[in-house]
């Protein structure tokens, strides 16, 4: 019989890479987890890890092993799903990450939610990107992840997770008051119209960034990016006082009426979809049912707002 401490630790590696990673996400010495997947290693009868310059990587072996403890664990979920559901009050804590937008519009209003209902929940918000929260969901890290995928930018999809759509939020051009055009102006003629404005973006490698680049490119020209963020009350701070053009979304307004110019963006690249994550087995979990239910619900009265 292997040890589930030590396969959760040959996972924990492959999700976070390095020793030093598991090491400072578990609170353990890197030595220790060292010590651990060698004797693993002697458990198995198989070399689990192979130096790759200072790093190791898992061989093939390992990863079957670690394909095995993902199935474990998402059983093990399961059974703590179905005890949670025969308790009559949610407890415990429940860990959630939310990219700004949807922080800003929809986290308040769920805690409220959640509050009156289930008192005794402990709700732990974290604002990040999904870029880097849906890692961090796979690696444990987080129970819940409001996620964002924008037209013609599909997201991964790993097996071991499972998504819920949420809301479309409306994508607009954002005028500096400098550009502001005739509102019946073409979609790309009103884009094309910003080519020789700054713009302010979010930063490279983020899937907001690709989005808008490729719209600008498909536009026939290079936006000139002065500014980068994750910021998006930045962005419309930039648009708002003419220093940027931007693309915002609905969320940004949080109901309220816009304060700068927007036009329309081109046929099909007018929302974005708004969902939550959680890893599979995870899902019939009482708390993240009353999480998502929660949600849904802030989601009903924003769009009710605007």
Same mark, same amino acid.
């Given at each position: ?82 005890? *949670?559901?025969? =308790?009559?009050?949610?407890? #415990? ?5 939310? /990219?700004? !937008?949807?922080? %800003?519009? @929809? ?104 989005? *808008?680049?490729? =719209?600008?490119?498909?536009? #026939? ?5 002065? /500014?980068? !963020?994750?910021? %998006?009350? @930045? ?72």
């Amino acid at each position: 019989m292997f040890d589930l401490h030590r396969l959760r630790l040959l996972r924990e590696l492959k999700h976070r890479g390095t020793l030093a990673a598991v090491a400072e996400a578990l609170s353990y010495a890197p030595s220790s987890v060292s010590q651990q997947l060698s004797q693993l290693e002697a458990e198995v009868g198989v070399r689990l890890l192979e130096p790759v310059g200072r790093r190791v990587r898992l061989t093939e072996q390992a990863e079957i092993l670690v394909a095995h403890t993902e199935a474990v664990l998402e059983r093990l979920e399961r059974a703590e799903a179905d005890i *949670a559901s025969s =308790l009559t009050d949610l407890t #415990g804590t429940l860990r959630i990450a939310s /990219f700004q !937008t949807a922080a %800003l519009a @929809l986290v308040p209003t769920t805690l409220d939610l959640l509050r009156d209902r289930h008192p005794h929940l402990r709700v732990h918000v974290t604002q990040r990107e999904p870029e880097r929260s849906l890692p961090a969901l796979q690696a444990r890290d987080f129970d819940l992840v409001l996620a964002e995928e924008y037209p013609g930018n599909p997201n991964p999809r790993p097996a071991e997770l499972e998504q819920e759509d949420l809301l479309d939020d409306g994508l607009h051009l954002a005028l500096p008051e400098a550009a502001d055009g005739p509102d019946t102006a073409h979609p790309m003629t009103a884009l094309r119209s910003l080519a020789d404005h700054p713009w302010v973006m979010e930063p490279e490698g983020t899937t907001a960034r690709h989005w *808008a680049m490729t =719209l600008c490119r498909n536009a #026939g020209f290079e936006p000139d990016v002065r /500014f980068e !963020t994750t910021d %998006l009350l @930045l962005h419309l701070r930039l648009v708002e006082q003419g220093h940027a053009a931007a693309f915002l979304p609905d969320l940004v307004w949080r109901g309220q009426p816009p304060t700068v110019a927007l036009r329309k963006l081109p046929p099909g690249q007018r929302t974005r979809r708004v969902f939550t994550v959680v890893r599979r087995g995870r899902s019939p979990h009482p708390a993240i049912q009353a999480c998502r239910d929660a949600f849904n619900r802030a989601a009903a009265l924003h769009s009710h707002r605007a």
